[in-house]
């Protein structure tokens, strides 16, 4: 074989130990499954070779296809020859021994071999359809034998990643090993043992047990709601009902002819563009890669509130032990008492196990003051959204954090810069926008100050991965950059009850369109207090600020959303569910009148396009000012900020769907129409005026 194969076949006794080596994580990249075949076929004519074992070198077993293969119509083999059905064909045994993961063409090589065992901490899943896919190499066909169907649709319609004990229950795995076992020596035991087994155990040899005609109807409508718009989920139970109907040859005919329609499917690309720029948000490109990080392994949170609480656990929960401080005993209390509530309200849902809450809630220690805090690597300040609140903090945290600790606000908008004036070493001062909940939420934005080091910011981007973020760099901006780009949406949603529409009608609009809620709906959950009280802030510092005196009028009444029972809809005691209310309908005819503003009827469309349309302008002035690096971080902080229905790729890739001059073009038509607010970005008009992509906008140079 090849010295430059990534798969290569090294004897153990009687043993052939076929090793894949393709960094960083084994994906099923060029001569991956050609490498196993070959070993394969070696192992099967030496007669000094028994039986098998599959596994893989570094980190995983074999993580999954390589995603850059999709889409480009790349030869496919016919059934038959394809390194699944080499391998359940093979004459001699064959184990999977895995480590890591094995996920995607991963698992499915694995079920395609005779045995499989793993180490305990292995991950196995078909998450295919979290890229607009489904499992093409005989996945919706094996997994299925193995695991029954019902079992088999609730992994491959979800796309979860199952842990190696519960793979073991279900029936994926034969054989999980004790902690801390040597996988390849165990792996080459077990084939030693079952050398004479014969016949060959094979997944495709067993049959389907159907126990409940109805599964397949139940799990469409189960899904309804989650995969509307979409067609993989579908397409991902279609192919396991052909699991249970057909022969498994013309079942896997049945896989590629549904893999075939989703491929190239305006979904699938869309997913495959989200699955990129979730790992090219990480690249700074004006910093070097070579910049020490300070590693950190303590944390304290500077207030115990809503959002200081789901920091903390968002700590607690990757395992790193953090300190919370308020500034009354009471309050801590209160905080430590919600954070406790929110464990157990998990354990309750089923979602964490009692003894695993225990162990985070250990992690969380209550402390009285400052002192108990200072030699923490990090802190993060996360009181009241006013910077008279959050200066004198920071002075504080100056006096008597330890030299090198990362000092770090919790700021949905503030100047970041003002809060480093307050302290000597304004170069250890960034901000970490987390969004709320805090502790469910992946995206962070790490916000630059002018006089941020390299080494902080990267810091800060590194420890949001390690408590499982998504780490977006934005610039020093009023809003930064995901709320920046989405008050104008704000703004809009509320400019269109002046002009005829119902709150209803908007939240229809956008979860027709894919969001889990409406954004009045939204606001009612957050609280339309929060937003009153930004509108406020801008309008002092701007007098040409456009305010929404409809929105004004509910809060001077009182209604600030769920948490009063009313705000843009009217709630029940103990039910969430919004429900439209005649009062908010009066009000807005009322101020639409005082404001004389007249009437009229939206399409949908209109809808939409008027408040997509407005943050995709905002968002291109952004980049132009140079506070974002790239239009894709943008779309990845719409996605995981704003719930932006992924299967649409992210705001400037769903407006590159209708086209960079048709946007401009009605933008200008707007301009023309509503004022200054609609004013077209310099980038935009360059943009149209190139005919260039949104998704390919840079900023010139990133600006703090």
Known sequence: MSGSSPVSMERQGDIGVIVVNYPPVNALGPGVAEGIKDCLARGNTDPAIMAMVLIGAGRSFI????????????????????????????????????????LGGGLEIAMACHYRIALPSARVGLPEVLIG???????????????????????????????????????????????????????????????????????????????????????????????????????????????????????????????????????????RYAFFIEREVARLPDISANTAVREFTTAAVVGAGTMGGGIAMSFADYGFPVKIMDATPEALERGMQRIRDNYATSVRRGSLAEEEMRR???????????????????????????????????????????????????????????????????????????????????LLEVVRGAKSSPQTLLSAMQMGRRIGKLSAMAGNTDGFVANRSRAPFNSEMVILLEEGCLPEQVDKVMVDFGYPMGPFAVGDLAGLDVGAAGRRRRAAANPDYRKLPIADRLVEM??????????????????????????????????????????????????LHRLLFSSVNEA?????????????????????????????????????????????????????????????????????????????????AFVP
């Open 63 to 102: 993580a999954g296809a390589d995603i850059r293969g999709f889409g480009t119509n790349r030869p496919r083999l016919p059934l038959g020859q394809r390194v699944y059905d080499v391998l359940d064909g093979s004459e001699k045994p064959v184990v999977a021994a895995i480590h890591g993961y094995a």
């Open 133 to 271: 896919i489904l499992p093409g190499g005989g996945g919706t066909q094996r997994l299925p034998r193995l695991i029954g169907p019902k079992a088999a649709l609730d992994m491959i319609v979800t796309g979860r990643h199952v842990p190696a004990a519960e793979a073991r229950k279900l029936g994926i795995i034969d054989e999980v090993l004790p902690e801390n076992s040597d996988l390849r020596e165990s792996a080459v035991a077990f084939a030693t043992r079952i050398i004479d087994v014969r016949p060959l155990p094979r997944v495709r040899d067993r049959a389907t047990k159907l126990e409940d005609v109805g599964l397949f109807d139940a799990m469409r409508k189960s899904i309804a709601r989650r995969a509307r718009n979409q067609t993989a989920p579908y397409h991902c139970i279609a192919a396991v009902e052909a699991a249970c109907s057909l022969s498994f040859d013309d079942g896997c005919r049945r896989e590629a002819d549904l893999f075939k329609e989703l491929e190239n499917s305006a979904e699938a690309r869309a997913l």
């Open 360 to 442: 985070r809630l250990a992690r969380i220690e209550p402390v009285a003051g400052y002192d108990d805090i200072s030699d923490s690597d990090i802190v993060i300040e996360a009181v009241f959204e006013e910077m008279d609140v959050k200066k004198p903090i920071f002075a504080k945290l100056d006096e008597v954090m330890k030299p090198g600790a990362l000092l770090l606000s919790n700021t949905s908008a503030l100047d970041v810069d003002q809060l480093a004036a307050m302290t000597k070493r304004p170069q250890d001062v960034a901000g970490t926008h987390f969004f709320s909940p805090a502790n469910v939420m992946k």
């Open 558 to 607: 009182g209604r600030y959303g769920q948490k009063t029972g009313a705000g843009w809809y009217r709630y029940q005691p103990g039910d969430r569910a919004p429900h439209p209310d005649p009062e908010v309908a009066a009000i807005i005819r009322q101020v639409a009148a005082e404001m004389g503003v007249p009437q009229k009827a939206f399409t949908d469309q209109e809808i």
């Open 620 to 700: 291109c002035r952004i980049l132009e000012e140079g506070k974002a690096y790239r239009a894709s971080d943008v779309d990845v902080m719409w996605l995981h900020g704003f719930g932006f229905p992924r299967y649409r790729g992210g705001l400037f890739y769903w407006a590159d769907g209708i086209g960079v001059r048709d946007v401009y073009n009605q933008i200008a038509n707007w301009h023309q129409q509503y004022g200054e607010r609609w004013a077209p970005s310099q980038l935009l008009r360059e943009l149209a005026e190139a005919n260039t992509p949104f998704r390919d906008a840079k900023a010139a």
